[in-house]
T-cell receptor, first 114, second 113 residues
Framework: KAGVTQTPRYLIKTRGQQVTLSCSPI?????VSWYQQTPGQGLQFLFEYFSETQRNKGNFPGRFSGRQFSNSRSEMNVSTLELGDSALYLC?????????????FGSGTQLSVL | KQEVTQIPAALSVPEGENLVLNCSFTDSAIYNLQWFRQDPGKGLTSLLLIQSSQREQTSGRLNASLDKSSGRSTLYIAASQPGDSATYLCAVRRDGATNKLIFGTGTLLAVQP
């Protein structure tokens, strides 16, 4: 059974550009969450989707957005990139979105903003 | 505001030693706690999930305990191996309506052959 797949693995952008990251959850999983990991702030929650609806959102500016498609695949978008957006972006999935389930993470997309 | 701290930040042990990693959280009203490991440049691998009603969970050489009242969890690794070298993270869920995890600061473990 394939794990959580994130593409691309690495991305280099310049300030002011926008970027779209993709996440394919484990087959059958309907809940997808996104996290940002930086050396200074550690892992921080971005948002969570279940059945195409955003269930929860972290404390990030509106430049960060996401969506989920009917096949449970999810994308996150960051507009007007800033240097501080350089980070490892991790996606996690679970079967039903129940808080009693483990989360399974992908390998992440390493974003560098120059 | 929930804060999760892990001590020590880094640990180096010789192979074969038993070790304990600590996780502290400031708000005891958690739904559950999950331990992960992260290899360099990689995503997180789930190790153990402890519900708030449980005291401990075991998987192979790993044992995690939870004491909600004192705001503490420990991860015990028996007979450590070089392959255990990684960063270990604990994370708490505040309630049952979300998959939002609040992560600890992590412990970087190095097991020397």
């Amino acid at each position: 059974k394939a794990g959580v797949t994130q593409t691309p693995r690495y991305l280099i952008k310049t300030r002011g550009q926008q970027v779209t990251l993709s996440c394919s959850p484990i087959s059958g999983h309907r809940s997808v969450s996104w996290y940002q990991q930086t050396p200074g702030q550690g892992l921080q929650f971005l948002f969570e989707y279940f059945s195409e609806t955003q269930r929860n959102k972290g404390n990030f500016p509106g430049r960060f957005s996401g969506r989920q498609f009917s096949n449970s695949r999810s994308e996150m978008n960051v507009s007007t990139l800033e240097l501080g957006d350089s980070a490892l972006y991790l996606c996690a999935s679970s079967f039903s979105g129940s808080a009693e389930e483990k989360l399974f993470f992908g390998s992440g997309t390493q974003l560098s903003v120059l | 505001k929930q804060e999760v701290t892990q001590i020590p930040a880094a640990l180096s042990v010789p192979e074969g030693e038993n070790l304990v990693l600590n996780c502290s959280f400031t708000d005891s009203a958690i739904y559950n706690l999950q331990w992960f490991r992260q290899d360099p440049g990689k995503g997180l691998t789930s190790l153990l999930l402890i519900q708030s009603s449980q005291r401990e969970q075991t998987s192979g050489r790993l044992n995690a305990s939870l004491d909600k009242s004192s705001g503490r969890s420990t991860l015990y690794i028996a007979a450590s191996q070089p392959g255990d070298s990684a960063t270990y993270l604990c994370a708490v869920r505040r309630d049952g309506a979300t998959n939002k995890l609040i992560f600890g600061t992590g412990t970087l473990l190095a097991v020397q052959p």
